[in-house]
T-cell receptor, first 113, second 115 residues
Framework: AQSVTQLDSQVPVFEEAPVELRCNYS??????LFWYVQYPNQGLQLLLK??????LVKGINGFEAEFNKSQTSFHLRKPSVHISDTAEYFC???????????FGKGTRLSVIA | GAGVSQSPSNKVTEKGKDVELRCDPI?????LYWYRQSLGQGLEFLIY????????KSGLPSDRFSAERTGGSVSTLTIQRTQQEDSAVYLC?????????????FGEGSWLTVV
């Protein structure tokens, strides 16, 4: 079964600084990878996903992630964060067997003015 | 509807009581999922439905938990004889099909507190 590790439970960062949220998954022949975001008091929404093709995936709100098969990673990055990016970010994975998404434990991003 | 709708949004119940949580998925979505979100534990998969069938119930924490879906639409998650460790946010999500790679759309959750 797939598993996801988000290495940082909390990441504080100053406004306009770059940020990277780390995600590693257990190896599989082929995987689909997702990042979801949960803003305070809201439901989860999709930021971006990797299915195939280019390993650099761009999502909403200026976020991007890079699929690295050799390192089984899918780290999320943004070059300059805003206060409004304060939220919890979840990495998720599914394999090609039509199975439900498996989520990591989440990383709480706090942007400091 | 426009999005996944869950009710109640908040529920406080006494230990030992039964609770029912309801999920109304996006119209036309055949796949429906229940997750549980506890503080510091991330999202824990509970069960999913493809139509009215639940192929995988292995995520349900105990036999006090059950779920059903009727008419390929609304689903109910039932927790019997609630315990304090059941306190969490229960999230429902839906997608057009179970196929891997599909985006799943979440409701805002039902916050359950067992006192």
């Amino acid at each position: 079964a797939q598993s996801v590790t988000q290495l940082d439970s909390q990441v504080p960062v100053f406004e306009e600084a770059p940020v990277e949220l780390r995600c590693n998954y257990s190896s599989s022949v082929s995987v689909y990878l997702f990042w979801y975001v949960q803003y305070p008091n809201q439901g989860l929404q999709l930021l971006l996903k990797y299915l195939s093709g280019s390993t650099l995936v761009k999502g909403i709100n200026g976020f991007e992630a890079e699929f690295n098969k050799s390192q089984t990673s899918f780290h999320l990055r943004k070059p300059s964060v805003h206060i409004s990016d304060t939220a919890e970010y979840f990495c998720a994975v599914s394999d090609s067997g039509n199975t439900p998404l498996v989520f990591g434990k989440g990383t709480r991003l706090s942007v400091i003015a | 509807g426009a999005g996944v709708s869950q009710s109640p949004s908040n529920k406080v119940t006494e230990k030992g009581k039964d609770v029912e949580l309801r999920c109304d998925p996006i119209s036309g979505h055949t796949a429906l999922y229940w997750y549980r979100q506890s503080l510091g534990q991330g999202l824990e998969f509970l069960i999913y439905f493809q139509g009215n069938s639940a192929p995988d119930k292995s995520g349900l924490p105990s036999d006090r938990f059950s779920a059903e879906r009727t008419g390929g639409s609304v689903s109910t998650l039932t927790i019997q004889r609630t315990q304090q460790e059941d306190s969490a946010v229960y999230l429902c999500a839906s997608s057009p099909l179970i196929l891997s790679g599909n985006t799943i759309y979440f409701g805002e959750g039902s916050w359950l507190t067992v006192v």
